[in-house]
Protein backbone atom coordinates (compact mmCIF):
# COMPACT_ATOMS: atom_id res chain seq x y z
CA UNK A 1 0.00 0.00 0.00
CA UNK A 2 3.08 2.41 0.95
CA UNK A 3 4.76 1.13 -2.50
CA UNK A 4 1.48 2.56 -4.25
CA UNK A 5 1.01 5.63 -2.56
CA UNK A 6 5.18 6.43 -3.43
CA UNK A 7 3.88 5.16 -6.95
CA UNK A 8 0.91 7.80 -7.47
CA UNK A 9 3.08 10.54 -5.76
CA UNK A 10 5.55 9.53 -8.90
CA UNK A 11 2.09 10.57 -10.77
CA UNK A 12 1.64 13.76 -9.01
CA UNK A 13 5.09 14.89 -9.62
CA UNK A 14 4.46 14.78 -12.96
CA UNK A 15 1.13 16.87 -13.46
CA UNK A 16 2.56 19.33 -10.05
CA UNK A 17 4.26 21.94 -12.93
CA UNK A 18 2.13 20.88 -16.08
CA UNK A 19 0.30 24.08 -16.63
CA UNK A 20 -2.21 22.22 -19.40
CA UNK A 21 -3.38 20.05 -16.72
CA UNK A 22 -4.24 23.06 -14.18
CA UNK A 23 -6.05 24.57 -16.85
CA UNK A 24 -7.56 21.85 -18.45
CA UNK A 25 -8.61 21.24 -14.33
CA UNK A 26 -9.81 24.56 -14.33
CA UNK A 27 -11.91 24.87 -17.07
CA UNK A 28 -13.78 21.99 -15.82
CA UNK A 29 -14.33 22.48 -12.47
CA UNK A 30 -15.55 26.29 -13.72
CA UNK A 31 -17.98 25.03 -16.61
CA UNK A 32 -20.15 22.76 -14.59
CA UNK A 33 -21.74 25.08 -12.61
CA UNK A 34 -21.19 28.11 -15.00
CA UNK A 35 -23.05 25.17 -17.68
CA UNK A 36 -25.60 24.29 -15.08
CA UNK A 37 -26.10 28.22 -14.32
CA UNK A 38 -27.07 28.83 -17.74
CA UNK A 39 -29.45 26.29 -18.00
CA UNK A 40 -30.88 27.24 -14.73
CA UNK A 41 -31.30 30.58 -15.65
CA UNK A 42 -32.84 29.76 -19.36
CA UNK A 43 -35.09 26.99 -17.50
CA UNK A 44 -36.33 29.50 -15.09
CA UNK A 45 -37.36 32.64 -17.37
CA UNK A 46 -38.13 31.08 -20.48
CA UNK A 47 -40.76 28.92 -19.80
CA UNK A 48 -44.49 29.86 -18.54
CA UNK A 49 -45.36 30.04 -15.24
CA UNK A 50 -48.49 28.03 -13.96
CA UNK A 51 -49.91 29.63 -10.37
CA UNK A 52 -46.13 30.58 -9.98
CA UNK A 53 -44.58 27.26 -10.90
CA UNK A 54 -42.15 26.64 -13.85
CA UNK A 55 -44.03 24.48 -16.75
CA UNK A 56 -40.53 22.25 -16.44
CA UNK A 57 -40.98 21.73 -12.95
CA UNK A 58 -38.20 23.22 -10.59
CA UNK A 59 -35.23 20.89 -11.77
CA UNK A 60 -32.91 23.04 -9.70
CA UNK A 61 -34.54 22.44 -6.44
CA UNK A 62 -34.25 19.37 -4.04
CA UNK A 63 -34.62 16.68 -4.91
CA UNK A 64 -34.52 16.94 -8.75
CA UNK A 65 -31.32 19.03 -8.51
CA UNK A 66 -29.82 15.45 -7.90
CA UNK A 67 -30.91 14.72 -11.38
CA UNK A 68 -30.43 17.64 -13.38
CA UNK A 69 -26.95 18.98 -12.29
CA UNK A 70 -25.56 15.20 -13.34
CA UNK A 71 -27.32 15.29 -16.49
CA UNK A 72 -26.22 18.50 -17.46
CA UNK A 73 -23.05 17.87 -16.20
CA UNK A 74 -23.22 14.34 -18.75
CA UNK A 75 -23.22 16.64 -21.90
CA UNK A 76 -19.55 17.97 -20.52
CA UNK A 77 -18.15 14.84 -20.02
CA UNK A 78 -15.87 14.90 -23.19
CA UNK A 79 -13.89 17.73 -21.22
CA UNK A 80 -12.38 15.58 -18.47
CA UNK A 81 -11.99 13.06 -21.25
CA UNK A 82 -10.02 15.36 -23.05
CA UNK A 83 -7.70 15.87 -19.84
CA UNK A 84 -7.45 11.84 -19.76
CA UNK A 85 -6.33 11.84 -23.58
CA UNK A 86 -3.65 14.62 -22.96
CA UNK A 87 -2.19 12.49 -19.69
CA UNK A 88 -1.86 9.65 -21.60
CA UNK A 89 -1.04 10.37 -24.86
CA UNK A 90 2.22 12.79 -23.08
CA UNK A 91 3.51 9.63 -21.95
CA UNK A 92 3.82 8.12 -25.41
CA UNK A 93 4.99 11.19 -27.38
CA UNK A 94 7.77 11.48 -24.93
CA UNK A 95 8.19 8.05 -24.82
CA UNK A 96 8.44 8.33 -20.99
CA UNK A 97 5.72 5.27 -20.74
CA UNK A 98 9.16 3.44 -21.72
CA UNK A 99 11.37 4.84 -19.81
CA UNK A 100 9.70 4.47 -16.82
CA UNK A 101 9.36 0.91 -17.50
CA UNK A 102 13.59 1.04 -17.72
CA UNK A 103 14.00 3.10 -14.77
CA UNK A 104 12.24 0.39 -12.85
CA UNK A 105 8.76 0.42 -12.81
CA UNK A 106 6.63 -3.03 -13.81
CA UNK A 107 4.34 -2.58 -16.98
CA UNK A 108 1.07 -3.48 -14.19
CA UNK A 109 2.59 -0.76 -12.35
CA UNK A 110 2.40 1.77 -14.94
CA UNK A 111 -1.12 0.62 -16.09
CA UNK A 112 -2.43 0.82 -12.40
CA UNK A 113 -1.48 3.88 -11.44
CA UNK A 114 -2.46 5.41 -14.52
CA UNK A 115 -6.16 3.93 -14.47
CA UNK A 116 -6.53 4.92 -10.58
CA UNK A 117 -5.48 8.12 -12.13
CA UNK A 118 -8.19 8.32 -14.17
CA UNK A 119 -10.31 7.08 -10.68
CA UNK A 120 -9.67 9.88 -8.89
CA UNK A 121 -10.12 12.06 -11.29
CA UNK A 122 -13.14 10.86 -11.65
CA UNK A 123 -14.53 11.03 -7.84
CA UNK A 124 -12.85 14.30 -8.28
CA UNK A 125 -15.22 15.59 -10.84
CA UNK A 126 -18.34 13.47 -9.30
CA UNK A 127 -17.32 15.77 -6.51
CA UNK A 128 -17.69 18.98 -8.25
CA UNK A 129 -20.87 17.55 -9.37
CA UNK A 130 -22.05 17.01 -6.01
CA UNK A 131 -21.24 20.72 -5.00
CA UNK A 132 -22.79 22.04 -7.90
CA UNK A 133 -26.26 19.68 -7.04
CA UNK A 134 -25.88 21.08 -3.60
CA UNK A 135 -25.19 24.99 -4.65
CA UNK A 136 -28.34 24.72 -6.65
CA UNK A 137 -30.29 22.99 -4.14
CA UNK A 138 -29.55 25.92 -1.61
CA UNK A 139 -30.13 28.26 -4.46
CA UNK A 140 -33.61 27.57 -5.29
CA UNK A 141 -35.03 27.10 -1.73
CA UNK A 142 -37.43 25.40 -3.23
CA UNK A 143 -38.45 22.44 -0.59
CA UNK A 144 -38.76 22.71 3.49
CA UNK A 145 -39.69 19.25 3.58
CA UNK A 146 -37.05 17.78 6.03
CA UNK A 147 -34.91 14.92 4.52
CA UNK A 148 -36.20 15.79 0.81
CA UNK A 149 -32.80 17.07 0.04
CA UNK A 150 -30.95 14.09 -0.15
CA UNK A 151 -33.05 11.84 -1.50
CA UNK A 152 -32.18 11.04 -5.71
CA UNK A 153 -28.56 11.34 -4.60
CA UNK A 154 -28.26 8.20 -6.06
CA UNK A 155 -27.80 9.72 -9.50
CA UNK A 156 -24.15 11.03 -8.16
CA UNK A 157 -23.05 7.57 -8.51
CA UNK A 158 -24.58 7.35 -11.41
CA UNK A 159 -22.68 9.99 -12.55
CA UNK A 160 -19.80 8.10 -11.36
CA UNK A 161 -20.26 5.46 -13.29
CA UNK A 162 -21.11 7.42 -16.58
CA UNK A 163 -18.12 9.51 -16.31
CA UNK A 164 -15.37 6.45 -15.53
CA UNK A 165 -16.95 4.46 -18.72
CA UNK A 166 -16.35 7.59 -20.89
CA UNK A 167 -12.94 8.56 -19.46
CA UNK A 168 -12.01 4.71 -20.08
CA UNK A 169 -13.30 4.93 -23.23
CA UNK A 170 -10.85 7.62 -23.51
CA UNK A 171 -7.79 5.64 -21.84
CA UNK A 172 -8.61 2.98 -24.73
CA UNK A 173 -8.32 5.21 -27.49
CA UNK A 174 -5.54 7.39 -26.30
CA UNK A 175 -3.90 3.89 -25.73
CA UNK A 176 -4.20 2.64 -29.05
CA UNK A 177 -3.64 5.77 -31.34
CA UNK A 178 -1.01 7.63 -29.44
CA UNK A 179 -1.10 10.91 -30.42
CA UNK A 180 -3.57 13.39 -28.71
CA UNK A 181 -4.82 15.07 -31.79
CA UNK A 182 -5.79 11.99 -33.34
CA UNK A 183 -6.85 10.65 -30.49
CA UNK A 184 -9.40 12.94 -29.06
CA UNK A 185 -10.95 13.61 -32.63
CA UNK A 186 -11.39 9.51 -32.93
CA UNK A 187 -13.29 10.11 -29.46
CA UNK A 188 -15.16 13.03 -31.02
CA UNK A 189 -16.43 11.03 -33.62
CA UNK A 190 -16.88 7.69 -31.99
CA UNK A 191 -18.99 9.92 -30.01
CA UNK A 192 -21.11 11.22 -32.58
CA UNK A 193 -21.73 7.86 -34.32
CA UNK A 194 -22.79 6.05 -31.59
CA UNK A 195 -25.27 8.70 -31.09
CA UNK A 196 -26.14 8.63 -34.71
CA UNK A 197 -26.78 4.81 -34.49
CA UNK A 198 -28.75 5.00 -31.33
CA UNK A 199 -31.21 7.85 -32.63
CA UNK A 200 -31.46 5.43 -36.13
CA UNK A 201 -31.70 2.22 -34.73
CA UNK A 202 -34.49 3.57 -31.53
CA UNK A 203 -36.58 5.79 -33.87
CA UNK A 204 -36.64 4.28 -37.29
CA UNK A 205 -35.58 0.28 -36.89
CA UNK A 206 -37.10 0.20 -33.46
CA UNK A 207 -34.34 -1.82 -32.13
CA UNK A 208 -33.63 -1.80 -28.64
CA UNK A 209 -30.32 -3.50 -28.82
CA UNK A 210 -28.67 0.45 -29.77
CA UNK A 211 -29.84 0.91 -26.11
CA UNK A 212 -27.18 -1.12 -24.73
CA UNK A 213 -24.20 0.12 -26.61
CA UNK A 214 -21.31 1.36 -24.59
CA UNK A 215 -21.73 5.64 -24.18
CA UNK A 216 -25.62 5.67 -24.84
CA UNK A 217 -25.89 2.79 -21.61
CA UNK A 218 -23.83 5.36 -19.37
CA UNK A 219 -26.10 7.79 -20.84
CA UNK A 220 -29.47 6.17 -20.26
CA UNK A 221 -28.50 5.85 -16.38
CA UNK A 222 -29.08 9.56 -15.90
CA UNK A 223 -32.46 10.23 -17.56
CA UNK A 224 -33.62 13.53 -19.22
CA UNK A 225 -34.54 15.78 -16.11
CA UNK A 226 -36.59 18.65 -17.57
CA UNK A 227 -40.87 18.65 -18.21
CA UNK A 228 -41.42 16.15 -15.21
CA UNK A 229 -45.24 17.10 -15.47
CA UNK A 230 -44.95 15.66 -19.28
CA UNK A 231 -43.63 12.52 -18.14
CA UNK A 232 -45.97 9.89 -17.28
CA UNK A 233 -45.23 7.23 -14.67
CA UNK A 234 -45.28 4.46 -16.82
CA UNK A 235 -42.47 6.37 -18.17
CA UNK A 236 -40.63 6.98 -14.85
CA UNK A 237 -41.44 2.88 -14.25
CA UNK A 238 -39.81 1.68 -16.96
CA UNK A 239 -36.54 3.35 -16.46
CA UNK A 240 -36.81 2.04 -12.76
CA UNK A 241 -37.17 -0.88 -13.89
CA UNK A 242 -34.01 -1.32 -16.39
CA UNK A 243 -31.43 0.90 -13.91
CA UNK A 244 -30.14 -2.20 -13.08
CA UNK A 245 -29.55 -3.63 -16.16
CA UNK A 246 -27.42 -0.47 -17.56
CA UNK A 247 -25.81 0.01 -14.57
CA UNK A 248 -24.62 -3.56 -14.58
CA UNK A 249 -23.63 -3.82 -18.52
CA UNK A 250 -22.33 0.19 -18.33
CA UNK A 251 -20.05 -1.61 -15.21
CA UNK A 252 -19.21 -4.48 -17.50
CA UNK A 253 -18.09 -1.98 -19.92
CA UNK A 254 -16.04 -0.78 -17.20
CA UNK A 255 -14.60 -3.88 -16.37
CA UNK A 256 -13.60 -5.06 -19.93
CA UNK A 257 -12.10 -1.59 -20.86
CA UNK A 258 -9.92 -2.03 -17.79
CA UNK A 259 -9.02 -5.64 -18.91
CA UNK A 260 -8.08 -4.44 -22.50
CA UNK A 261 -5.99 -1.60 -21.80
CA UNK A 262 -3.69 -3.69 -18.95
CA UNK A 263 -3.76 -6.75 -21.55
CA UNK A 264 -2.30 -4.55 -24.22
CA UNK A 265 0.12 -2.63 -21.82
CA UNK A 266 1.38 -5.84 -20.27
CA UNK A 267 1.94 -7.75 -23.68
CA UNK A 268 2.73 -5.66 -26.30
CA UNK A 269 5.93 -3.60 -27.51
CA UNK A 270 5.80 -0.29 -26.00
CA UNK B 1 30.77 -15.70 -10.90
CA UNK B 2 27.22 -15.39 -12.77
CA UNK B 3 27.67 -12.98 -15.61
CA UNK B 4 25.95 -9.18 -15.40
CA UNK B 5 23.64 -10.13 -18.19
CA UNK B 6 23.19 -13.73 -19.79
CA UNK B 7 21.34 -13.62 -23.47
CA UNK B 8 19.70 -17.01 -24.12
CA UNK B 9 18.36 -17.76 -27.71
CA UNK B 10 16.69 -14.23 -28.10
CA UNK B 11 14.70 -13.63 -31.46
CA UNK B 12 12.37 -11.08 -31.98
CA UNK B 13 10.31 -10.35 -35.47
CA UNK B 14 8.24 -7.41 -36.40
CA UNK B 15 6.10 -8.86 -38.68
CA UNK B 16 8.16 -10.60 -41.20
CA UNK B 17 11.30 -8.99 -40.83
CA UNK B 18 13.57 -10.84 -38.47
CA UNK B 19 14.98 -8.02 -35.86
CA UNK B 20 16.98 -10.61 -34.21
CA UNK B 21 17.66 -14.34 -34.50
CA UNK B 22 18.53 -16.70 -32.10
CA UNK B 23 21.37 -14.28 -30.03
CA UNK B 24 23.35 -15.77 -27.37
CA UNK B 25 25.91 -14.15 -25.20
CA UNK B 26 27.22 -13.22 -21.74
CA UNK B 27 28.57 -9.76 -20.57
CA UNK B 28 30.93 -10.35 -18.14
CA UNK B 29 31.23 -8.49 -14.44
CA UNK B 30 33.38 -5.55 -14.51
CA UNK B 31 33.49 -5.45 -18.73
CA UNK B 32 32.82 -2.79 -20.92
CA UNK B 33 30.80 -4.51 -23.56
CA UNK B 34 30.42 -3.07 -27.06
CA UNK B 35 27.34 -4.04 -29.11
CA UNK B 36 28.40 -3.57 -32.44
CA UNK B 37 26.51 -3.43 -36.09
CA UNK B 38 25.54 -1.21 -38.39
CA UNK B 39 22.09 0.69 -38.50
CA UNK B 40 19.15 -1.39 -38.26
CA UNK B 41 21.60 -4.81 -37.32
CA UNK B 42 19.51 -5.18 -33.56
CA UNK B 43 21.40 -3.28 -31.30
CA UNK B 44 18.53 -0.84 -29.36
CA UNK B 45 15.93 -4.10 -30.11
CA UNK B 46 17.82 -6.53 -28.60
CA UNK B 47 18.67 -3.70 -25.05
CA UNK B 48 14.87 -2.88 -25.40
CA UNK B 49 14.00 -6.44 -24.56
CA UNK B 50 16.37 -7.07 -22.05
CA UNK B 51 14.79 -3.62 -20.50
CA UNK B 52 11.31 -5.30 -20.85
CA UNK B 53 10.13 -2.44 -23.67
CA UNK B 54 9.80 -5.14 -26.07
CA UNK B 55 8.68 -8.64 -25.94
CA UNK B 56 10.90 -11.11 -27.29
CA UNK B 57 9.60 -13.92 -29.63
CA UNK B 58 11.75 -16.96 -28.31
CA UNK B 59 14.68 -16.70 -25.48
CA UNK B 60 14.89 -15.51 -22.29
CA UNK B 61 17.32 -13.55 -20.47
CA UNK B 62 18.75 -12.93 -17.30
CA UNK B 63 20.42 -10.16 -14.92
CA UNK B 64 22.68 -10.69 -12.55
CA UNK B 65 22.28 -14.63 -12.73
CA UNK B 66 18.50 -14.42 -12.46
CA UNK B 67 15.46 -14.07 -14.14
CA UNK B 68 14.50 -10.24 -15.13
CA UNK B 69 12.14 -8.24 -12.74
CA UNK B 70 11.72 -4.50 -12.41
CA UNK B 71 13.83 -4.27 -9.10
CA UNK B 72 17.00 -5.37 -11.32
CA UNK B 73 16.19 -2.20 -13.37
CA UNK B 74 16.19 0.27 -10.63
CA UNK B 75 20.25 -1.13 -10.09
CA UNK B 76 21.22 -0.06 -13.91
CA UNK B 77 21.19 3.10 -15.29
CA UNK B 78 19.93 3.30 -18.68
CA UNK B 79 19.90 5.44 -21.91
CA UNK B 80 18.09 3.55 -24.75
CA UNK B 81 17.54 5.33 -27.70
CA UNK B 82 17.01 8.69 -27.59
CA UNK B 83 16.22 11.32 -23.79
CA UNK B 84 12.84 10.72 -23.03
CA UNK B 85 11.66 13.10 -20.54
CA UNK B 86 8.49 15.11 -19.59
CA UNK B 87 9.33 18.11 -21.98
CA UNK B 88 7.32 20.67 -19.73
CA UNK B 89 9.24 20.01 -16.75
CA UNK B 90 13.01 21.43 -15.76
CA UNK B 91 16.08 18.97 -15.86
CA UNK B 92 15.41 18.82 -12.19
CA UNK B 93 12.15 17.76 -11.57
CA UNK B 94 12.87 15.25 -14.60
CA UNK B 95 15.15 13.46 -12.07
CA UNK B 96 13.18 14.50 -9.21
CA UNK B 97 10.73 11.70 -11.46
CA UNK B 98 13.38 9.16 -12.60
CA UNK B 99 15.20 9.37 -9.00
CA UNK B 100 11.73 8.29 -7.25
CA UNK B 101 10.68 5.24 -9.70
CA UNK B 102 14.83 4.07 -9.28
CA UNK B 103 14.52 4.98 -5.66
CA UNK B 104 17.49 6.81 -5.08
CA UNK B 105 17.99 9.83 -3.17
CA UNK B 106 17.10 13.40 -4.54
CA UNK B 107 20.30 14.28 -3.16
CA UNK B 108 21.94 12.98 -5.57
CA UNK B 109 19.89 15.20 -8.38
CA UNK B 110 22.81 17.88 -7.71
CA UNK B 111 26.12 15.43 -8.00
CA UNK B 112 24.76 13.67 -11.37
CA UNK B 113 23.81 17.44 -13.02
CA UNK B 114 27.25 18.80 -12.40
CA UNK B 115 29.10 15.66 -13.68
CA UNK B 116 27.16 16.02 -17.02
CA UNK B 117 27.87 20.16 -16.54
CA UNK B 118 23.82 20.58 -16.57
CA UNK B 119 23.97 22.16 -13.13
CA UNK B 120 23.44 25.68 -14.10
CA UNK B 121 20.41 24.78 -16.68
CA UNK B 122 18.81 22.81 -14.00
CA UNK B 123 15.47 24.75 -13.99
CA UNK B 124 15.29 25.16 -17.55
CA UNK B 125 12.65 23.09 -18.62
CA UNK B 126 13.51 20.22 -21.24
CA UNK B 127 12.18 21.45 -23.96
CA UNK B 128 14.46 24.25 -23.94
CA UNK B 129 17.47 22.21 -24.00
CA UNK B 130 19.61 21.69 -27.26
CA UNK B 131 19.91 18.01 -28.60
CA UNK B 132 23.63 17.60 -27.13
CA UNK B 133 22.10 18.73 -23.54
CA UNK B 134 19.09 16.15 -23.72
CA UNK B 135 21.66 13.53 -24.55
CA UNK B 136 23.50 14.69 -21.38
CA UNK B 137 21.06 14.74 -19.15
CA UNK B 138 19.50 11.48 -20.22
CA UNK B 139 23.32 10.05 -18.98
CA UNK B 140 22.61 11.83 -15.80
CA UNK B 141 19.56 10.23 -14.71
CA UNK B 142 21.68 6.94 -15.51
CA UNK B 143 24.15 8.15 -13.29
CA UNK B 144 21.78 8.79 -10.88
CA UNK B 145 22.39 6.78 -7.59
CA UNK B 146 25.65 5.14 -8.79
CA UNK B 147 24.25 2.46 -10.52
CA UNK B 148 27.11 -0.37 -10.79
CA UNK B 149 25.75 -1.61 -14.16
CA UNK B 150 24.95 1.10 -17.15
CA UNK B 151 23.49 0.64 -20.17
CA UNK B 152 24.09 3.04 -23.11
CA UNK B 153 22.63 3.13 -26.67
CA UNK B 154 24.31 5.67 -28.98
CA UNK B 155 25.57 7.70 -25.77
CA UNK B 156 27.47 10.31 -27.93
CA UNK B 157 24.45 11.02 -30.68
CA UNK B 158 23.93 15.11 -31.12
CA UNK B 159 27.27 15.75 -29.02
CA UNK B 160 29.94 17.80 -30.61
CA UNK B 161 33.37 16.85 -30.69
CA UNK B 162 33.81 17.94 -27.51
CA UNK B 163 31.04 16.55 -25.63
CA UNK B 164 32.01 13.01 -27.41
CA UNK B 165 35.26 13.20 -26.04
CA UNK B 166 34.18 14.08 -22.56
CA UNK B 167 31.23 11.00 -22.63
CA UNK B 168 34.50 9.25 -23.56
CA UNK B 169 36.05 10.01 -20.84
CA UNK B 170 33.34 9.36 -18.49
CA UNK B 171 32.94 5.82 -19.72
CA UNK B 172 36.72 5.07 -18.93
CA UNK B 173 36.30 6.67 -15.78
CA UNK B 174 33.13 4.82 -14.60
CA UNK B 175 35.17 1.81 -16.05
CA UNK B 176 37.89 2.28 -14.47
CA UNK B 177 35.48 2.51 -10.96
CA UNK B 178 34.56 -1.22 -12.17
CA UNK B 179 31.57 -0.58 -13.26
CA UNK B 180 30.13 -2.96 -15.89
CA UNK B 181 29.11 -1.01 -19.44
CA UNK B 182 27.13 -1.96 -22.00
CA UNK B 183 27.82 0.19 -24.86
CA UNK B 184 25.45 -0.14 -28.06
CA UNK B 185 27.35 1.82 -30.97
CA UNK B 186 28.14 2.26 -34.56
CA UNK B 187 30.74 4.51 -34.38
CA UNK B 188 33.56 1.66 -33.80
CA UNK B 189 36.34 4.48 -33.38
CA UNK B 190 34.37 5.85 -30.26
CA UNK B 191 34.15 1.69 -28.88
CA UNK B 192 37.77 0.41 -29.75
CA UNK B 193 38.63 3.39 -27.31
CA UNK B 194 36.93 2.26 -24.22
CA UNK B 195 35.39 -1.64 -24.87
CA UNK B 196 36.97 -5.15 -23.65
CA UNK B 197 34.65 -7.54 -24.81
CA UNK B 198 32.31 -6.67 -27.88
CA UNK B 199 28.94 -8.53 -29.74
CA UNK B 200 28.94 -7.68 -33.37
CA UNK B 201 25.32 -8.05 -34.72
CA UNK B 202 24.51 -8.09 -38.84
CA UNK B 203 20.81 -8.21 -39.85
CA UNK B 204 19.74 -9.77 -36.29
CA UNK B 205 22.20 -12.23 -36.15
CA UNK B 206 25.53 -12.59 -33.66
CA UNK B 207 28.60 -12.81 -35.75
CA UNK B 208 30.91 -12.90 -33.16
CA UNK B 209 31.18 -12.15 -29.46
CA UNK B 210 33.88 -12.08 -27.08
CA UNK B 211 37.22 -9.85 -25.68
CA UNK B 212 37.62 -6.88 -28.22
CA UNK B 213 41.10 -9.60 -29.41
CA UNK B 214 39.97 -12.67 -29.63
CA UNK B 215 36.71 -11.38 -31.64
CA UNK B 216 38.02 -9.39 -34.56
CA UNK B 217 41.38 -9.57 -35.44
CA UNK B 218 43.15 -6.90 -35.31
CA UNK B 219 46.01 -7.74 -37.00
CA UNK B 220 49.18 -5.74 -36.33
CA UNK B 221 52.75 -4.63 -39.00
CA UNK B 222 55.67 -2.47 -38.48
CA UNK B 223 56.12 0.34 -41.13
CA UNK B 224 59.77 1.09 -41.51
CA UNK B 225 62.37 3.26 -44.30
CA UNK B 226 65.66 4.36 -45.01
CA UNK B 227 68.07 6.39 -47.10
CA UNK B 228 69.20 2.94 -48.80
CA UNK B 229 66.00 1.37 -50.12
CA UNK B 230 66.98 -1.50 -51.87
CA UNK B 231 69.35 -2.09 -49.25
CA UNK B 232 66.99 -2.16 -46.54
CA UNK B 233 64.49 -4.48 -48.75
CA UNK B 234 67.47 -7.13 -48.76
CA UNK B 235 68.11 -6.93 -44.86
CA UNK B 236 63.96 -7.15 -44.27
CA UNK B 237 63.80 -10.80 -46.21
CA UNK B 238 66.66 -12.23 -43.30
CA UNK B 239 64.09 -11.04 -40.50
CA UNK B 240 62.99 -14.31 -38.80
CA UNK B 241 58.73 -15.00 -39.21
CA UNK B 242 58.07 -12.52 -41.74
CA UNK B 243 55.13 -13.33 -43.92
CA UNK B 244 54.63 -10.77 -46.04
CA UNK B 245 56.48 -7.08 -47.24
CA UNK B 246 54.65 -4.82 -49.30
CA UNK B 247 56.65 -1.42 -50.52
CA UNK B 248 54.36 1.98 -50.29
CA UNK B 249 56.81 4.70 -51.74
CA UNK B 250 59.84 4.57 -49.72
CA UNK B 251 57.94 2.77 -46.84
CA UNK B 252 57.68 -0.70 -46.34
CA UNK B 253 54.91 -2.58 -44.69
CA UNK B 254 56.29 -5.63 -42.85
CA UNK B 255 53.86 -8.23 -41.51
CA UNK B 256 54.74 -11.49 -39.29
CA UNK B 257 53.57 -14.88 -39.49
CA UNK B 258 54.15 -14.71 -35.16
CA UNK B 259 53.33 -11.33 -33.10
CA UNK B 260 55.28 -8.54 -34.37
CA UNK B 261 58.49 -7.59 -32.80
CA UNK B 262 59.41 -4.62 -30.59
CA UNK B 263 59.96 -1.68 -32.95
CA UNK B 264 63.40 -1.41 -30.84
CA UNK B 265 64.60 -5.06 -31.71
CA UNK B 266 63.77 -4.15 -35.62
CA UNK B 267 66.06 -1.16 -35.35
CA UNK B 268 68.74 -2.41 -33.45
CA UNK B 269 68.40 -6.03 -35.79
CA UNK B 270 68.72 -3.21 -39.21
CA UNK B 271 71.09 -0.91 -37.74
CA UNK B 272 73.21 -4.19 -37.11
CA UNK B 273 73.02 -5.19 -40.56
CA UNK B 274 73.89 -1.78 -41.54
CA UNK B 275 70.90 0.06 -42.27
CA UNK B 276 70.45 3.31 -40.48
CA UNK B 277 66.09 3.62 -40.21
CA UNK B 278 64.75 7.08 -40.76
CA UNK B 279 61.26 5.82 -40.33
CA UNK B 280 59.70 3.31 -37.70
CA UNK B 281 56.21 2.96 -36.62
CA UNK B 282 54.36 -0.18 -35.16
CA UNK B 283 50.75 -0.15 -36.69
CA UNK B 284 47.99 -1.72 -36.04
CA UNK B 285 44.29 -2.71 -37.91
CA UNK B 286 41.75 -0.23 -36.91
CA UNK B 287 38.43 -1.94 -35.26
CA UNK B 288 37.00 -0.42 -38.26
CA UNK B 289 38.53 -2.20 -41.25
CA UNK B 290 38.15 -5.36 -38.96
CA UNK B 291 34.95 -4.78 -38.47
CA UNK B 292 33.87 -4.20 -42.08
CA UNK B 293 36.14 -7.31 -42.96
CA UNK B 294 34.23 -9.27 -40.77
CA UNK B 295 30.82 -8.15 -41.59
CA UNK B 296 31.81 -8.61 -45.59
CA UNK B 297 32.85 -12.01 -45.12
CA UNK B 298 29.85 -13.01 -43.16
CA UNK B 299 27.77 -11.06 -46.17
CA UNK B 300 29.73 -12.61 -48.71
Redesign the interface.
Known sequence: MRDFL?TL??EW??VK????FWILLAVIVVCIPAFNYVIYDFTDNNFPKINGQNLLGNPFSFPFVWNTVPYNAGILIFMPAILIITLFT?EYS???H??????????N?FIAVKLTEVFLLTIFVTGVVALTCLYFGWLTHKTSEPGVGWRQTRYILYFFVEMLDYSLIAVLFAMLIRRAGLAMGIFFLYMIIEQFVVSLGRNKYKVTWVDYLPEEVADRLIPQPFGRRMITPVNNALWEKHVPLYLSIALLYIIIYIFVVSWRFR???? | MAPILSLKNISKSYGRIKALQDVSFDVPDGSVFGILGPNGSGKTTLL?IV?????TNAGSYRWFGNPP???Q??KIG?L?E?P???????AK?NL???A????KPVSDIDRVLKLVRLYERKDSKFQTYSLGMKQRLAIA?CLLGDPSVLVFDEPTNGLDPSGIAEIRELIIELAAAGKTIILASHLLAEVEKVCTHVAILQQGVLIKSGEVSSALSQEEWLELGSDETEKLREVLDRIPGVKEIIRSGNHFQVFFNTPSPEASWLNRFCFEQGIVLNYLQPRKKSLESAFIELTNNVSN
Not at chain 2, 84 to 90: A, C, E, Q, R
Not at chain 2, 100 to 103: D, E, L, P, T
Open positions: NRILKYYRTNYRTRQNIIDGWSRRKSDL | GMDVLVTEKRKTLTNFYHYLSHEIAAIKQA
